[in-house]
């Protein structure tokens, strides 16, 4: 397993490295701007931006923007512009179902929430990876006009998810889409 992930990660560090940055980003491709945390590293992608402080496989922050009309990986159902916040984190928890890597998946909780001055929801889950170790992900979303917009933050439940979730309620909270 450690050799596959070092197969992974050399096409991902080979295009576009990570970086230390912190304070203020804005990505116009992704529409959306966020402040990046002091000691924290970004991963700019053209669909997402991925900040982590030590490394995505112990904890990160995962920002996208997409088109509503893109299909799901797992389940090839899309989003629309009609959708209500609860049937939109519908969609997402049956991607997450069908995801052969998320294993063991317990849903804690599917809520309302306000994410960037919106209406979206919150969903908090557990699952196992690969190896056995299980994460914890809060994961927020609200369809805004053409796109969805999510923000989530993973990290080992034991102890990672509670040194950082503090963090990402920052960067939650900071969260800003663009016009």
Not at 160 to 174: C, E, I, M, Q, S
């Amino acid at each position: 397993m450690k050799r596959l992930f070092l197969i992974l990660l050399i096409p991902i560090t080979a295009c576009a490295p990570w970086t230390r940055v912190t304070g203020p980003y804005e990505g116009p491709a992704h529409h959306f701007s966020v402040d990046i945390p002091d000691g924290w590293m970004k991963f700019d992608s053209d669909r997402y931006l991925l900040i982590s402080r030590d490394g995505p496989f112990l904890q990160y922050i995962l920002l996208e923007g997409r088109n509503l009309t893109t299909p799901f990986s797992q389940t090839r159902r899309t989003m629309n512009m009609a959708m209500l916040p609860q049937e939109a984190a519908e969609v997402i928890l049956d991607d997450l179902s069908l995801d052969r890597s998320v294993r063991n998946l317990h849903v804690l909780e599917n809520a309302p929430a306000r994410i960037a001055h919106q209406d979206g929801f919150k969903i908090l889950f557990t699952y196992e990876n690969g190896d056995g170790l299980t994460l914890k992900t809060l994961f927020y979303g609200v369809v805004k006009g053409r796109m969805f917009y999510s923000i989530r933050y993973t990290a080992a439940e034991r102890y990672y998810f509670p040194k950082d979730v503090g963090t990402f309620r920052k960067v939650l909270a900071g969260f800003r889409l663009l016009e």
